[in-house]
């Protein structure tokens, strides 16, 4: 008899869980055999709770895509929240789902998880070889943490107990169900925001904080689900082959970069503002590139499908229609 597994999409709300929730119904996974609790249902900073849950559920898969998210002013300004809920998130649900029979769980961690000067693009085998970025190291440690937390309970309990948990680490997401909010949210969504503003009340200029010049790579987040998916179901002995027990992390990228100022002209065109962009160069330009290797992902037989321009489209979509009207 065919068994169909029940799926807990932990964080299903936010903007990789809802992505990852579609592309499961895309694919045809009946929405009966997935699982997922709100924040007010299931506070997955608190350890019974998700013990008490995994005991009822019972799940055979888990997304771990919960996580406290934000960008630098946020990460700075909360860096006790970033690392002590990212902790316990994963790590009661990581030891929840050993305890009650998990066998496959997908962690979703960070580029940022890499040292700041990495070399580029950066390559898996660049973790812990040097310092992290300071403003966002608490975030980044609860990160390791949590691919070190699938890493020893693969190696005390694989073969005792079947365990399989891997781990992937997006570059920088955007797409339906981003984060808009002014302080805290990521350079594609800050942008669309301010540009999208700028139209609406008519602003000649629009100024962007540094030279334009770095270079950032951007994955649409549909891109990204359909690389948990495909990176939960590839075979152990695939996987195996191109991972290590204590370096398993895989990279999912886009696989190319472009500069802010491409970018903020990309944005400018999908939104269309008939202003002038500025560059403020007295505002620093943090580090001039930021682009993952993700050529083991791309070996395993997955690549980005969605270009930045269609994409853009899409997520300006999503804003127009979930966000614009509250500004
Ligand atoms: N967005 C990106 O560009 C990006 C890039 C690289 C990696 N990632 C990784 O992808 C994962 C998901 O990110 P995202 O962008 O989808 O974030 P998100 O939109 O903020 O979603 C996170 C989800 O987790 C839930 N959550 C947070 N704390 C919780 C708690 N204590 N109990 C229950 N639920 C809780 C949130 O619910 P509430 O909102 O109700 O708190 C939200 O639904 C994270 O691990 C992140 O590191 C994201």
């Given at each position: 008899m065919s068994h169909t597994p029940k799926i807990f999409v932990a964080g299903h709300r936010g903007m990789v869980g809802s992505a990852i929730v579609r592309q499961l119904l895309a694919q045809g996974h009946p929405a009966e055999r997935i699982v997922m609790r709100t924040h007010a249902e299931l506070d997955l900073t608190h350890q019974s709770s998700v013990r008490a849950f995994f005991a009822a559920e019972k799940p055979d898969q888990v997304y771990l895509a919960a996580a406290k998210v934000g960008g630098i002013h946020a990460n700075n300004t909360y860096p006790a929240e970033f690392i002590y809920q990212n902790l316990m998130i994963q790590a009661n649900i990581i030891d929840a789902a050993f305890r009650n029979g998990v066998k496959k769980l997908l962690f979703l961690g960070s580029s940022c998880i890499y040292p700041k000067l990495a070399p580029q693009p950066m390559r898996e085998d660049a973790l812990l070889s040097g310092s992290l970025e300071p403003t966002n190291e608490p975030y980044a440690i609860a990160k390791i943490a949590g691919i070190?937390?699938?890493?020893?309970?693969?190696?005390?309990?694989?073969?005792?107990h079947g365990v399989d948990y891997r781990s992937v680490m997006p570059t920088n997401l955007y797409g339906p169900g981003d984060n808009y909010h002014p302080e805290n949210s990521h350079v594609i969504p800050a942008l669309i925001f301010r540009f999208h503003e700028a139209k609406v009340k008519n602003a000649p200029i629009i100024k962007i904080w540094g030279t334009g010049a770095p270079r950032r790579e951007f994955l649409y987040v549909d891109d990204m689900a359909a690389a948990c998916l495909h990176v939960i179901n590839l075979s152990k002995a695939t996987y195996?082959?191109?991972?290590?027990p204590m370096l398993s992390q895989i990279n999912v990228g886009y696989g190319e970069d472009i500069t802010i100022r491409q970018l903020a002209e990309a944005i400018r065109k999908t939104v269309g503002f008939q202003g002038e962009i500025t560059f403020d160069t007295s505002k620093p330009d943090g580090a001039p590139r930021k682009l993952m290797d993700s050529s083991c992902l791309n070996a395993l037989g997955w690549k980005a499908q969605m270009g930045l321009e269609e994409g853009l489209h899409a997520a300006y979509q999503d804003f127009l229609i979930n966000y614009a009207s509250k500004i």
């Amino acid at each position: 008899m065919s068994h169909t597994p029940k799926i807990f999409v932990a964080g299903h709300r936010g903007m990789v869980g809802s992505a990852i929730v579609r592309q499961l119904l895309a694919q045809g996974h009946p929405a009966e055999r997935i699982v997922m609790r709100t924040h007010a249902e299931l506070d997955l900073t608190h350890q019974s709770s998700v013990r008490a849950f995994f005991a009822a559920e019972k799940p055979d898969q888990v997304y771990l895509a919960a996580a406290k998210v934000g960008g630098i002013h946020a990460n700075n300004t909360y860096p006790a929240e970033f690392i002590y809920q990212n902790l316990m998130i994963q790590a009661n649900i990581i030891d929840a789902a050993f305890r009650n029979g998990v066998k496959k769980l997908l962690f979703l961690g960070s580029s940022c998880i890499y040292p700041k000067l990495a070399p580029q693009p950066m390559r898996e085998d660049a973790l812990l070889s040097g310092s992290l970025e300071p403003t966002n190291e608490p975030y980044a440690i609860a990160k390791i943490a949590g691919i070190k937390l699938c890493e020893s309970y693969n190696r005390q309990y694989g073969g005792s107990h079947g365990v399989d948990y891997r781990s992937v680490m997006p570059t920088n997401l955007y797409g339906p169900g981003d984060n808009y909010h002014p302080e805290n949210s990521h350079v594609i969504p800050a942008l669309i925001f301010r540009f999208h503003e700028a139209k609406v009340k008519n602003a000649p200029i629009i100024k962007i904080w540094g030279t334009g010049a770095p270079r950032r790579e951007f994955l649409y987040v549909d891109d990204m689900a359909a690389a948990c998916l495909h990176v939960i179901n590839l075979s152990k002995a695939t996987y195996d082959q191109l991972t290590q027990p204590m370096l398993s992390q895989i990279n999912v990228g886009y696989g190319e970069d472009i500069t802010i100022r491409q970018l903020a002209e990309a944005i400018r065109k999908t939104v269309g503002f008939q202003g002038e962009i500025t560059f403020d160069t007295s505002k620093p330009d943090g580090a001039p590139r930021k682009l993952m290797d993700s050529s083991c992902l791309n070996a395993l037989g997955w690549k980005a499908q969605m270009g930045l321009e269609e994409g853009l489209h899409a997520a300006y979509q999503d804003f127009l229609i979930n966000y614009a009207s509250k500004i």
